[in-house]
């Protein structure tokens, strides 16, 4: 008998973000052909008996192999970050081609593309980080970028050398709006944590817990409101990255609620970590220090429910992975204060597995709502939708097959990213991918890596419906017409 496909995966429950089905998939050239029972021999079979078949996830935030804007290096590139991605059920990756001061966004793309190619084992996008808002970076450089099929991009409310003012901000939400791309926007009040620092080092107040009181609560609600109302005068639809508090939270639903087009992420470090995490002894709470800080309990439940209910859209990692040593986060000295510790926490492989165990296992989280909120809706905002994200006849082959008995002990040592610790230290994952496959490729099997680095691909992407905006009346003051919406 002539086999029909490449690869048919047998006996297994499809779930997508909408529905559970019993049924076999089989894959030819890299794409899903054809769904249902008793479909013709592949050239290789998988019995997925008592397993889930998930679309491969989609971590739509993580920082790989990208300088800091103090110049620290993140311990992860493309090729070890990509492995520990896939290792965990993911299959495409947006990380950050980041603009500092005085770059061109072209020439930064270039430099991220070169490190990329060579290296990631998985399929992969680029995000532009915007520093630099000048005339010719918003109404040349970014709408060239977008053109070519990098469709969404982040901006920053905080940090020195990243940071925009308001007026640079409305700039770029008007380029978006114009060009209909995504924005992910840092969400923190600068000065607020800038004053509540200076007065934390004035007392001594150094060690790392108290990253966690400068980058108060109220510091991100207040960013937050005022990033939705910059948003909603020029009716551009924005995404709030990693959030991390109830009241940034409330912001959203507020605007969700008056029918924005805003949306939401968070991450695993505000689901699995506490404030407490940052007060460990000597400066091991260092390994918790990412910004936003993790929260108490009662945030921490907040957030849960946030990701339940729909208000949270995506669930990222923002992996941001630097080591507890001089190369990442004691880069400043032994013993650095707070302001001087490498912000982030790595997260990659760790993200669907802990998402998996601790919501859909104890039945706090329905299945499908983790299908939704793991890849289909970053697919779906990010421009890659119907391409990634789903498991359906002609989408790409990106699956995660789920043994929802194995019991993974995650530790550094079992992690397969460029790290010496992890902040799950000791934790344990019940449910974890067993096999998974990127364009029909098997990237993971039987606790292996079975492709070669540089085999994934770049993926240009589409301007994601989610971009659009309502076309709401937006007003300019014009001294002839009184309010003229004429203007974007």
């Not at 008793?38 to 935030?61: K, Q, T, V, Y």
């Not at 790290?419 to 496959?437: A, K, L």
């Not at 770049?458 to 017409?481: G, S």
């Amino acid at each position: 008998m002539t086999e029909l496909y490449d690869l048919v995966i047998r006996n297994g429950q499809t779930v997508t973000d909408k529905e559970t089905l019993k049924q076999d998939v089989a894959i030819k050239d890299g794409k899903i052909v054809a769904l249902g029972e008793n479909l013709e021999r592949g050239i290789r079979e998988i019995d997925a008996s008592s397993l889930f078949i998930l679309p491969g996830g989609i971590d739509a935030h993580c920082h790989i192999e990208q300088k800091s804007s103090s110049g620290i290096m993140t311990a992860d590139d493309f090729y070890t970050g990509s492995v520990s991605a896939a290792f965990g059920g993911t299959t495409t990756i947006l990380p950050f081609a980041a603009q500092h001061r005085g770059q061109s966004l072209r020439d930064v793309v270039d430099d991220y593309m070169a490190c990329a190619v060579p290296k990631s084992v998985i399929d992969y996008g680029f995000h532009l980080i915007i520093s630099d808002a000048s005339d010719a970076i918003i109404g040349q450089e970014l709408p060239a970028m977008i053109e070519d099929g990098i469709t969404s991009f982040k901006i920053y409310m905080t940090y020195n050398d990243l940071k925009l003012d308001d007026y640079e901000i409305l700039n770029v939400l008007a380029a978006a709006r114009r060009e209909q791309a995504m924005v992910m926007i840092h969400a923190e009040n600068h000065d607020v944590i800038r004053w509540i620092t200076e007065k934390l080092l004035d007392q001594g107040c150094g060690a790392p817990r108290y990253h966690a009181i400068a980058h108060a609560q109220i510091a991100e609600k207040e960013a937050t409101h005022r990033a939705i109302s910059l948003a909603e005068l020029l009716d551009t639809p924005m995404l709030v990255v990693h959030v991390s508090s109830e009241a940034a939270l409330n912001e959203i639903r507020r605007a969700q609620k008056r029918g924005l087009k805003i949306y939401g992420e968070t991450c695993p470090q505000y689901l699995f970590l506490t404030i407490d995490d940052l007060d460990k002894d000597g400066m091991d709470g260092a390994m918790f220090c990412c910004s936003p800080p993790p929260r108490d309990k009662e945030s921490q439940e907040a957030i849960w429910e946030g990701l339940i209910d729909g208000s949270f859209s995506v669930f990222s990692s923002d992996h941001s992975p630097y080591r507890h040593d001089s190369s990442g986060k004691l880069a400043a000295g032994p013993k650095p204060t707070f302001d001087k510790i490498a912000n982030g926490v790595p997260g990659l492989e760790i993200r669907m597995p802990l998402l998996f165990s601790e919501g859909v296992q104890t039945g706090r989280m329905d299945i499908h709502r983790f299908v939704a909120v793991t890849s289909t809706n970053a697919a779906k905002t990010y421009g890659l939708y119907p391409r990634k994200g789903t498991i359906a006849i002609g989408s790409d082959a990106d699956l995660a097959l789920w043994d929802p008995k194995k019991q993974v002990k995650i530790t550094a040592d079992a992690i397969h990213d460029n790290m010496d610790y992890t902040p799950y230290e000791g934790m344990v994952s019940n449910g974890w991918p067993i096999t998974v496959i990127n364009r029909g490729r098997i990237v993971i099997e039987d606790e292996e890596l079975k492709v070669d680095r540089g085999s994934g691909q770049y993926l240009k992407r589409q301007r994601p419906e989610a971009a659009k905006p309502l076309n709401r009346l937006v007003k300019e003051i014009d001294p002839k017409t009184n309010f003229n919406a004429k203007f974007i």
